[in-house]
T-cell receptor, first 113, second 111 residues
């Protein structure tokens, strides 16, 4: 069974204090790994897609990396507006699985002044 | 504006009373999905559709039905809702290989 585990469950940072969120996965064959940001009461917002080990993508203060077993979302010099829940999801290879995404339970990030 | 819309946004109903949550997208996406989100369990896929008249079960399809008669619409039907279907529901759509866009969510309470 495909599994996605995110850690930590919650993270509190001071403004400017860089850190990383982890997403480890166990799947039969990875088609893609996705990172989303979710604000309270809203739908998830797409951040990145990673397809192969070694791939990296950046957007403002966020950088996502991928290995064969896990992905990291690095947050550099975070600001209070980066406070949100960050979700990781995987899509696996195989017939009929093109639309199946398995999500982790998320990391709730709070950035304080 | 490219978007996924859901209606209603909030719904309180009673056990056994059939309901439909509508979902519509204006991006001409082939793929559409329904998810439910519960504390501690994360987002779980209920059903998905790869195109008109093509649907398949996700991880938690029991108690739900869907239909895809038009490309833009993907309604979620609860024929006989039960309290364990109280949850936050999201519709999503994407192109093949593309990023997934989520709707704003529907908070359903079944008493």
């Amino acid at each position: 069974e495909d599994q996605v585990t995110q850690s930590p469950e919650a993270l509190r940072l001071q403004e400017g204090e860089s850190s990383s969120l982890n997403c480890s996965y166990t799947v039969s064959g990875l088609r893609g790994l996705f990172w989303y940001r979710q604000d309270p009461g809203k739908g998830p917002e797409f951040l990145f897609t990673l397809y192969s080990a070694g791939e990296e993508k950046e957007k403002e203060r966020l950088k996502a990396t991928l290995t064969k077993k896990e992905s990291f979302l690095h947050i550099t010099a975070p600001k209070p507006e980066d406070s949100a829940t960050y979700l990781c999801a995987v899509q696996v290879r195989g017939t009929g699985t093109a639309s199946k995404l398995t999500f982790g339970t998320g990391t709730r990030l709070q950035v304080t002044l | 504006e490219a978007q996924v819309t859901q209606n209603p946004r909030y719904l309180i109903t009673v056990t056994g009373k059939k309901l439909t949550v509508t979902c519509s997208q204006n991006m001409n996406h082939e793929y559409m999905s329904w998810y439910r989100q519960d504390p501690g369990l994360g987002l779980r896929q209920i059903y998905y559709s790869m195109n008109v008249e093509v649907t398949d079960k996700g991880d938690v399809p029991e108690g739900y039905k869907v239909s895809r008669k038009e490309k833009r619409n993907f309604p979620l039907i609860l024929e006989s809702p039960s309290p364990n279907q109280t949850s936050l529901y999201f519709c999503a759509s994407r192109l093949a290989g593309g990023e997934q866009y989520f709707g704003p969510g529907t908070r359903l309470t079944v008493t």
